[in-house]
């Protein structure tokens, strides 16, 4: 493997920035399948892939969740093009033996352990979500991603009957750059990491 150009590494990290104000322009549905055909590579623990997405895009489907968003999101969503609900399938190891055929045992271990499944289901859900956020970015996309919801009306209006329940949002557009707020500093190396 080789280094990235500085462009590409600008694009997915240093440049980009969380956005809270689009462009009006729309999203394709074959973008946001692109999209997720590079995040599903991302590594998961005994490739076990609990992310489940719904892409919120009709007119319809987002006045549904602007019930659930908190004030302070409800502008940003409603102007996205698209807002994806990043979820989390409690019951992801069903999947097991088809997505780990070398452990027989796999799905066996998660259901029989409530708390290593959900342990397992967020911890995984959350790191695909990070992947999606990084792909949209190498595609061209801008994102803002969103804590601020009720996810147990989300829960309700999306996934009710399932094992499925909503992890986080993230608005996807392309940003108005001017519209941004001052970037906030990172932590130094020295502050957070240690090598030993
Ligand atoms: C998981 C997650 C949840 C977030 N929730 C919200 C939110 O509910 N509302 C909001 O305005 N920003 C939210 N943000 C945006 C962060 O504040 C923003 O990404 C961070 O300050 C870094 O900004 P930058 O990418 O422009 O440097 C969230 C970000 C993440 C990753």
Redesign the pocket.
Known sequence: MSNLSQDAMQQLFSD???H?HWQPRSIEDSLLQALYEQAKWGPTSMNCQPMRLVFVKSPEAKEKLKQAL?P??VDKTMNAPVTVIVATDMTFYEGMPRLFPANANARDMFANNTALAEATALRNATLQGGYLILAARALGLDC?????FNADLVNDLFFAGTAIKAN?LINLGYGLSDK??P??PRYDFDEVCTIT
């Open positions: 980009a920035r969380t809270s908190a302070g999101n803002g991603p969103m804590s601020g986080f941004v707020y970037r906030g």
